[in-house]
């Protein structure tokens, strides 16, 4: 498959950033700031963007989606990461869409889907419990109850938890924490009985939430695929939602890029436009470079997760990592740049630095996913 | 059966035919190369009917027009010949700078008459060429080059010095940049003069490198007469008088993305990582030295991405998609990339890598291709000329 967008997908990407540059510029994230907004987005701009067929950009047809595959998602998110747009995409239209496509069965699809799709519900996945991520260290108990299961743990950095309809959660039903066996997901309804959240207001301004769990009921029903399936299952959504993110720091990376070269362009010092001078030249070139490199490698994640979703491990960690660094290095550089404009609260550029230092923390580090490759390397 | 599959198919059984067997082995290495030309010793019979063979069809150049000795070759075509010889490890029949450089220079630039002319024998292996860009005062700074061509009438009188021409003592012929007027603009001046190494007063002194090897020299050039017309109707100037460094920029253009597509062939064989475990051991799965661990896993990381880049744009220069000045992202990145990963190598190797004689080495096959690494960011415009030309043309940055 080639490494370009098709046609059909550059058609999403002009209208995902025409819509976006009219209704979700940078200031609209500001407001939610400044507003102390609880919700953490702008429910009316979530529910347009479902209309378009955003919310369901993953979920099948037969459940009233768009069906237009990781590599649309991607550009989705992209193109969200360069306005900074908040929405619950990643949360619910990522990671829970593709947690009940693909391990959901034809109830729980049938139940929840079509509301995904119709942006009705909010979704969150609740994975790390410690301050770096690493589902394998896993110790939320899911203790056999009856016919059922008691659910016993605290959870940390959930995206969006603190307003989730349902929450997907990640927990113990045997093992020990660092096996890789005995993980389960379970699928709870956010108002049962013995879930309390924290909302953590978050350097990004955008909405997550500490999550602990007292003993919250669940059945059989509410495992999403099987009970003890282990990490390998886990690890297929959570490759998604590292795409996504990469996708999404790639797109805050590129606008922070453009806005700084539109800035060496026209600030003068010394008498002369601060881009002609050689120093920072020759760090723009070298910031394209790592730019044009992430591109590449986060195209091909979403490719490789649309045709061979369970071999993307490797990749996914790749783009992850990739994606991360790049990033940072583009916000790094905006802000050195720009000099002391750029560290006022009052120019955009801030907001670009602190979204994408949550987003290449989130589910996993540059060092984590460069010690996850290793390991699958055979080193 | 589409075209294809039959041209593969033809391509197959004539390859199992025509390739002996001593040439699939599938060596690389300068040591393997034929270079072909006037004084070529053959290295065995093998190399000399292998070449013929290829020549013959046309192969050695597969996708030059078949009027010119190429093989007019589609580039599906080519690329299935290329397939199939990489499936049977067959070495390739020639290399030189003359299909590499000179070639395509004349197929853009050059007359119907010195196509004819120059090109054939190219491809048959007969003449090596060498290229003489550089000079001990214009490096980086390639215009302002010297090196004096004078108009006498019937000939053209050449006087100065190049450098870092690869190869020169082995060539037969040398491509050049030569000035022609040294009145107006640097870039305005220079044309491009194709000489005959065999001509008087031209002499090469080769230059020792500090991987102990000796690819480069000086060549001078001293009173030395060049005919306007190597042969009757055949300039010896390829393009217009004056307009050489079109030519030289066209080359230089296309010298960086065969450096930085070369950096495909990098990642054929084992990876970093498992050379490293194989050299240093693992323990407990892992490799025994975890901050190299993490280096190698990084670096890994970059040079895939770097690879994919590769693919994506030619992806998108196939779509019609694309910036031209890429090929001096892809030379930077790549290069740039290349020495990192030759460092990485070396310490991974250890003190065994730093052996530089004795049979165990290889007489220290690695530590002088790690040193030779380190002219990558320097030959065909230095690192700090490609960020030149990213900030000038692709991010149009002032005054650069």
Redo the contacts between chains.
């Keep these: 498959m080639a490494l370009v967008l098709t046609e059909e997908q550059q058609m999403l990407r002009d209208a995902a950033r025409g819509f976006l540059d009219e209704k979700a510029p940078v200031s609209a994230l500001r407001k939610l700031r400044d507003t102390n907004d609880e919700t953490g987005f702008s429910r009316d701009l979530w529910k347009e963007m479902a209309e378009m067929g955003w919310a369901g950009i993953l979920v099948g047809e037969d459940y009233g989606g768009a069906d237009f595959g990781f590599v649309g998602a991607g550009v989705l998110a992209e193109e969200m990461g360069r306005t900074l747009t908040a929405s619950p995409f990643l949360s619910t239209s990522i990671l829970a869409a593709t947690a009940l496509q693909k391990l959901g069965g034809d109830a729980q699809r049938q139940e929840h889907l079509p509301k995904i799709s119709a942006g009705e519900a909010v979704f969150a996945l609740a994975v790390d419990e410690t301050r770096k991520h690493g589902p394998q260290k896993t110790a939320m108990k899911a203790e056999k109850h009856g016919n059922g299961f008691k659910l016993s743990g605290d959870k940390t950095f959930v995206a969006d938890g603190q307003v989730a309809d349902n929450i997907i959660v990640a927990a113990r039903t045997a093992g020990a924490p660092g096996d890789a066996e005995g993980i389960t997901l379970f699928l709870v309804d956010a108002a049962a009985k013995g879930v309390a959240r924290e909302r953590t207001v978050m350097v990004d301004s955008r909405g997550a939430a500490r999550l602990k769990f007292d003993g919250v009921e669940a059945t059989g029903d509410d495992v999403l695929g099987e009970v003890d399936g282990g990490l390998v299952a886990l690890e297929g959504v959570l490759n998604a939602g590292r795409a996504g993110l990469a996708a999404e720091m790639s797109g805050a990376a590129q606008a922070a890029f453009t806005m700084t070269m539109d800035y060496l362009k026209e600030r003068k010092q010394f008498g002369t436009e601060i881009g002609a001078f050689q120093a920072l030249q020759h760090r723009a070139a070298h910031l394209y470079s790592e730019i044009e490199l992430m591109k590449s490698v986060t195209l091909k994640a979403l490719q490789d997760l649309d045709e061979h979703y369970g071999m993307a491990g490797i990749i996914c960690s790749l783009a992850k990592a990739k994606a991360g660094e790049v990033a940072k290095l583009a916000s790094q550089e905006a802000v050195q740049m720009y000099g002391g404009i750029g560290m006022t609260d009052e120019f955009d550029i801030g907001f670009y630095m602190k979204r994408i230092r949550v987003a290449q923390e989130m589910f996993g580090d540059a060092a984590f996913h460069a010690d996850r490759l290793a390991a699958m390397r055979g080193y | 059966m589409s075209d294809l599959e039959i041209f593969r198919k033809n391509t197959r059984a004539w390859l199992e035919d025509n390739c002996p067997t001593e040439m699939r082995d599938g060596a690389g290495g300068e040591d393997n190369i034929c270079w072909g030309g006037r004084n070529w010793q053959f290295q065995s019979e093998a190399q000399k009917t292998w070449l013929e063979r290829m020549a013959e069809k046309g192969w050695t150049v597969p996708a030059w027009p078949k009027e010119y000795g190429g093989g007019g070759l589609s580039k599906e075509e080519v690329k299935i010949l290329k397939g199939e010889m990489r499936d049977m490890k067959a070495r390739s029949p020639l290399e030189s700078f003359g299909i590499w450089m000179l070639g395509p220079a004349l197929l853009k630039y050059g007359t119907h008459e010195q196509k004819l002319h120059f090109l054939p024998a190219i491809t048959r292996g007969e003449i090596r060429w060498c290229q003489g860009y550089s000079e001990p005062n214009a490096g980086s700074d390639l215009a302002s080059l010297q090196c004096k061509c004078e108009d006498k009438g019937d000939h053209w009188l050449v006087n100065g010095q190049k450098v870092w021409t690869s190869y020169a003592d082995e060539a037969d012929w040398i491509f050049c940049l030569v000035r022609t007027d040294p009145k107006v603009t640097k870039h305005n001046g220079i044309s491009f003069l194709l000489i005959d190494m065999a001509a008087e007063g031209v002499s090469t002194k080769p230059i020792k490198l500090i991987s102990g090897k000796s690819p480069f020299c000086e060549t001078f050039f001293d009173d030395v007469k060049v005919p306007k017309e190597h042969a009757p109707g055949i300039g010896s100037i390829v393009g217009d008088l004056n307009r050489g460094w079109d030519v030289a920029k066209y080359l230089l253009t296309h010298e960086r993305e065969m450096i930085s597509a070369g950096g495909g062939g990098l990642f054929g064989g084992r ?1 970093m ?2 050379i ?2 194989s050299e240093i051991g ?1 323990e407990d ?3 025994a030295d975890p901050m190299l ?2 280096k ?3 670096a ?3 040079g ?3 690879l ?2 590769l ?2 744009m030619k ?2 220069a ?2 019609g ?1 694309g910036v031209g000045a ?1 090929s001096s ?1 892809l030379k ?2 790549g290069t740039e990339f290349n020495k990192r990963r030759f460092e990485l190598l070396m310490d991974s190797g250890g003190s065994e890598a730093l052996e530089w004689e004795g049979e165990r080495t290889q007489d220290g096959k690695l530590a002088r291709s790690w040193l030779r690494t380190k002219a990558n960011s320097i030959e065909g415009g230095t690192s ?1 000329v ?3 030309i ?2 000038k043309r ?7």
């Design positions: 990876g990582g498992e490293a475990a693992l799965g892992r490799l661990r993490g190698i896993a990084q890994e990381i970059d895939w991405a770097f994919l880049t693919e994506r992806d998108e196939k779509a998609q890429n992202m930077y990145y700090e490609q960020l030149n990213i900030a692709i991010l149009q940055l002032p005054g650069a």
